[in-house]
């Protein structure tokens, strides 16, 4: 099991990443949640067995259609209190 933070930088609000990130990380039965940044960026974490966030932060890199990741920052973060996978307030 792993858990990873990540903060997804280019064109990635207005352009459905949070919703897709979140059906994406359900698919992969993921636990964690999405949010917008007022940097313009999505943070997101993600937990659940290695592969799967692997798997997970592999399609980050392109995302829905519209969008275009310039950049992942990842780093170790905590598993979430919750099951599930959620929306956050923007940050």
């Known amino acids: 099991m ?24 359900e698919k992969l039965g993921l636990s964690g949640w999405v949010r917008n940044r007022s940097d313009g960026a999505v943070e997101a974490l993600f ?5 799967k966030v692997a798997e997970m932060l592999r399609q980050c890199r392109t995302g829905p259609m519209l969008a275009r990741v310039d950049d992942i920052r990842q ?6 209190d ?6 956050l307030a923007n940050r």
């Open 2 to 25: 792993s858990t990873v933070h990540a903060i997804i930088t280019g064109r990635v609000q207005g352009v459905w990443y949070r919703a897709w990130t979140q059906k994406t990380a």
């Open 47 to 51: 937990s659940g067995p290695d592969a």
């Open 75 to 80: 780093s170790p973060g905590e598993a979430p």
């Open 82 to 87: 919750q099951p599930g996978f959620h929306f």
